[in-house]
Structure formats: structure tokens, C-alpha cells
């Protein structure tokens, strides 16, 4: 019961309620609810059932998480029904700034910061160093991150460009086919499309979209943050696609040119 008695005075001043307001929704007195809120009285677990049903939050949370704690983003995703504890999922509590009005900024994460972004992702330290900026027409109520591109595994996004992404909290609502930020353990931060098998393989397919490039699977496991693609930031004019078919021959008569090179110096 650690942290229940402030978890539901915050839940409740969040949604703008009094007192009198949630105990009538409980069918309990207003005393009674004072009690609980001040940790002088203990819920049996008909309220707490009461409590996680109204909040529609899992008592596992209501009891276990400090939600004071998290950031605007993650309060949010709870009460949106991204609720760890009922989908599966493990808590991620994410490392953030804010600026001097209180909310959350948008940090930087350029080639040069991947290298300790890699480790540092989970430290307040790190991430309050990161540059950062804010976008108006974003949600305040979600948290994102922007990361820069490198190399030309996902053109026509130019080289060096910058990819908004916003946290995803709960895995397994991962769309595929969709562009996701990926933090992995081996590979770094990563830019694909996504295609997800958590459920009967427990793993992320990962794809690019530059068809040169082969595909690759990432297990859960080697995951540490998944950021849903919103935005991209560039200096320069993405460049045409080929038509698919047009794009085939190329990589074909390319082929047929190594082929050709390795032929005439007898090489395997």
C-alpha cells in the first residue's frame, strides 16, 4: 500500500473532481475517501477493485508505482489505458526535460550523442545536457524525441535529417508496417518500418526502405525504447523514387556489373 493513498488524491485532482464528487461515484462516504487519500484508514480490496475500476488504472499500479514520479507523458498513457500492468508490459520510466513553463521539451539526439545515448538513455544527467526545443502543434500531453539520420538505409529521408518520434510506452501497440525510432542494445538507435511479431516471436522485424538494404529481427529483450515516427526535419529535397520496377532492374544490372568484375579477376 506504499504508494495508494497519494496515487488517488493525484488521479482525482488530475480529473478536476472533489472529494465528495469520486465518493459518490464509489458509493462511499466523503470521510471514508478522506481517509484513504490521507493514509489514515485501509482500503479492503472490494474499494481497491472500486478505486482501479473508476481510475480504470490496475491496482498493481495504484499500489506499486509512484506515478508523482513520471513524467506528463506517461501520466497521460495511463490514463489513456496504456496501463502496464494490464497489458503485459514492463514499466519504462523515461529520463526527460522540461522547459521553464513546465513542459515537456523535445531533445536532440544528434550522431554525435548516439554513441552515449546508446548507455545514458535512462539518465537525467545525460539528457538534461541534450539540446532541446519545443513544436507547438505537438500534443503536450505525449513525449518526443528528435534523432538524426544517417546514411541512406530509409531514403528518400535524406542523409542527416532529423526523425520526430513520440514514446511508445506499450510494445505490443506497435503498428506494422509503420516507421518507428528503435534504441537497441547491438545496433544503437535505429530508423525502420516495423513489423511487429512480439506476440509469437517476441521479436521486432525491422526494414528499411531502401530495398538494398536486407531486413533484421531485434528480440524484445535487446530493446531498451521505441519512439512511433511523427515528423521529419531536412535541409534538403528528398530525392524522387525509382519506380519499383525501374528500381529492380538497377540493382539487377548492378549484380550482373560485380559479377562481371569478379569473373574477369577469377574471383569466387
Known sequence: MQYFSSNIKLLRKRLGRTQDDVAFSLGMKRPTLSGYENNVAQPGLEAMIAFS?????????????????????????????????????????????????????????????????????ADPEFIRVLPAFRLPFLSKERKYRAFQVNGDSMLPIPDKSWVIGEFVQNWLTVRSGYPYIILTMEDGVVFKIAENKLKEGNVLNLISLNPLYEPFEVHAKDIREVWRFVYFISSEIPEPNLPKDELIQTVKSIQKEVKAIQTRLNLP
Open 53 to 121: 475500476r473508476h481510475f480504470k488504472i490496475s491496482i498493481d499500479t495504484l499500489v506499486k508505482v509512484d506515478l508523482s514520479k513520471l513524467a506528463e507523458s506517461e501520466l497521460s498513457q495511463l490514463e489513456r489505458g496504456y496501463d502496464v500492468f494490464i497489458t503485459g508490459g514492463k514499466l519504462r520510466v523515461l529520463a526527460t526535460t522540461v522547459d521553464q513553463d513546465n513542459e515537456e521539451n523535445i531533445e536532440m539526439v544528434n550522431e554525435t550523442a548516439k554513441a552515449g545515448y546508446q548507455s545514458g538513455f
